[in-house]
């Protein structure tokens, strides 16, 4: 079975999740503690990490009925097709959200434009295009996952 990634109503992500997981469908919105200001007080949050977006796994045939939950927009699409995300690269959202203070990424040589693969952290064995090099950090284009990560040098 393959994930998708569903686009959602914006601040849906949650409901339509749990939703998903109440029909039986396996869904996961990846989520992280924020502290929000308000005039009169702080407050943490969780608030998805991906705004409108919550991935689901289920087989091609079954990919409709994900849109009997109201919130749910459409698919993310890739190319003409629904894009797809590995099995590992969930399991890296989930390594990296159990315990993000414990990853550190080193880079030392690297020219923008160049194609590399990540040596450590989180995104280990990743490939990238390392877009800016800045004095303090690099920029990279992490193209399978569609993001982009600012990371420190050292």
Partial sequence: MNWY??????KWEKKVADKLLE?????????????????DRKKKVEVPLFSSYVFVQLEERERNAVFAVT???RYLFWLGQPAVVKEV?????????SAPDTYDVAL???QPGEKVVVPHGI?????????EVKGTHYVLVL????????????
């Fill in 89 to 97: 690269e969930i399991a890296a959202i989930q390594q990296w959200l």
């Fill in 123 to 131: 995104f280990k064995d990743q490939e990238a295009v390392v877009q």
């Fill in 5 to 10: 990634v569903l686009y959602t109503k914006p």
């Fill in 143 to 154: 193209e399978a996952l569609g993001c982009i990560l600012k990371v420190a040098k050292k």
């Fill in 23 to 39: 029909m039986g469908v396996k869904a996961y919105c990846p989520t992280t503690v924020q502290v929000r200001q308000w005039s």
């Fill in 108 to 110: 030392d040589q690297w």
């Fill in 71 to 73: 919130g749910v927009v």
